[in-house]
């Protein structure tokens, strides 16, 4: 039997979407594929609000992510990466794994980045980049982007890398006005389609920067990438699959407006954390919950696994706590293509399971 997602990815994919993968083939080189890659990165440009170049790699978000950092950090520089949480620590970590020199600004998990905090480390003038996760999956965070914006923008000269993976599409992003430099997101969560594709938008300073990195790879060179993207291609062959799903999946959203789509997303969030306070507790700051997953706290004690056995038989399935947080949190997505419906019969199934 299917299980509906309510996982924080992958995300439940509508039965369209699926089919929209399902199209004959053409090739990478044709004229039909340009043309496919040139209307959906468009669509993309407009849901992030910016005028940079939108790259569709095709990759989980991580190989993007490592990317980034090939391409925006110089060798005799550093990064400042961000942590409050899981996904957080990880980049951290393959920022390491890629040769790069990095500090850490690390944050209780369950507490956001705040301005102030990234200020005071910004002010040594000792960075090249900073690395950032907007939404933490782990905790249930979604750090405060616009207010950190403003204090990006006193120092023009670092390169602002956003890992958007669990909120783009699933809250506002304004790239430009934001002054993101790198943003990035695999499908496979807010988007709603299947796992495979990351999408990256990447600004004029990033590829600036670029230019006086030595190696930054072949597969995520942004400037490879860039050469490509003028004719609406990509250097190796793409998951040309997923470039029909992801055009598809870009209609839906702009057919339903972008505002209406987000504030779905809000009213989702709204819902489920107004059950989580009634029943448990809410794991994350309530000043900084996002809007696509809420992490509550396993104040009952009561086991995760047997819950998801019985939401199994039927048809459903959500998250228990990430690494350490195993048994102490559980975790229910509200992004893509779930609505308020979906979050009704979920929590109404927990509460039967439970008897809340
Ligand atoms: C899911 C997730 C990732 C990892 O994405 P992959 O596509 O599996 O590489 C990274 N960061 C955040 C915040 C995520 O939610």
Known sequence: MYKKLFIPGPTHVRD??????????????FKEYAE???????????????????????????GVMEGAARNCIRDDK???????????????????ANGKEADVLEVEWGQAVTPELIEAKLSSD??????????????????????????MKKYPDVCWMVDAVSSMAGAKIEVDKLGIDVCIAGVQKAFALPPGLTVCSVSQKAFDRAK????????????????????????????ISHIFALNKQMDDILAEGLEAH???HLDMA???????????????????????????VNTRGLSVPKLNQALAEQGAVIS??????????????????????DMRWLTGLIEGIWNL
């Open 16 to 29: 369209e979407v699926l089919q929209a993968m399902a199209r004959p083939m053409i090739g990478h080189r």
């Open 36 to 62: 496919l890659q040139a209307e959906a990165t468009s669509k993309v440009q407009k849901l992030l609000y910016t005028e940079n170049p939108v790259f569709l790699f095709t990759s989980a978000s991580s």
């Open 78 to 96: 550093k990064v400042l990466c961000a942590i409050n949480g899981a996904f957080g620590a990880r980049w951290h970590d393959m920022i390491l």
């Open 126 to 151: 000792e960075y090249d980049a900073v690395a950032l996760t907007h939404n933490e999956t782990s905790t249930g965070v979604m750090n405060p982007i616009y207010e950190i914006a403003e204090v």
């Open 212 to 239: 006086e990195v030595k190696n930054r790879g072949w597969y995520f060179d942004f400037h490879l990438m860039l050469k490509y993207y003028h004719r609406n291609q990509t250097p190796a062959t793409p998951s």
């Open 262 to 264: 987000f504030q779905r």
């Open 270 to 296: 709204e819902f489920v954390r107004d059950w989580a306070r009634r029943h448990f507790a809410l794991y994350a700051d309530e000043r900084y919950l996002s809007n696509t997953l809420t992490a509550v």
């Open 320 to 341: 228990d706590g990430y690494g350490t947080l195993k048994g102490k949190i559980f975790r229910i997505a509200h992004m893509g293509d779930l609505t308020m419906d």
